[in-house]
């Protein structure tokens, strides 16, 4: 099974956590993080391959769009 990013969601939120270990929460944020930013770039790199026509399918322009796909992983 894949952790997806609303799972860990999940669990980083969840009212058990407050009765796990440090290092355990620790490492439930670190996994979340990095599940987001994996999403984020390759949603970015796909976006980054549409069409002209495609992206205006999405209501977005090329110039909005390249500007999206510039940012890095971490980037909002």
């Known amino acids: 099974m894949t952790m997806t990013s609303t ?3 999940i669990l980083t939120n969840h009212n058990a956590n407050a009765q ?3 290092v355990a ?10 599940t ?4 984020r770039s390759r949603t ?3 976006l980054s391959s549409l069409t002209k026509t495609q992206l205006l399918d ?3 322009t ?3 769009a390249r500007m999206e ?3 890095k992983m971490w980037q909002f």
Do not use: H, I, S
Not at 25 to 34: E, G, N, Q
């Open 44 to 46: 970015r790199r796909a």
């Open 58 to 60: 999405v209501g977005l």
């Open 20 to 22: 796990l270990p440090v």
């Open 69 to 71: 796909a510039r940012k």
């Open 62 to 64: 090329v110039q909005e």
């Open 7 to 9: 799972n860990l969601q």
């Open 25 to 34: 929460r620790v490492a439930l944020f670190f996994a979340a993080t990095v």
């Open 36 to 39: 987001e930013w994996d999403k």
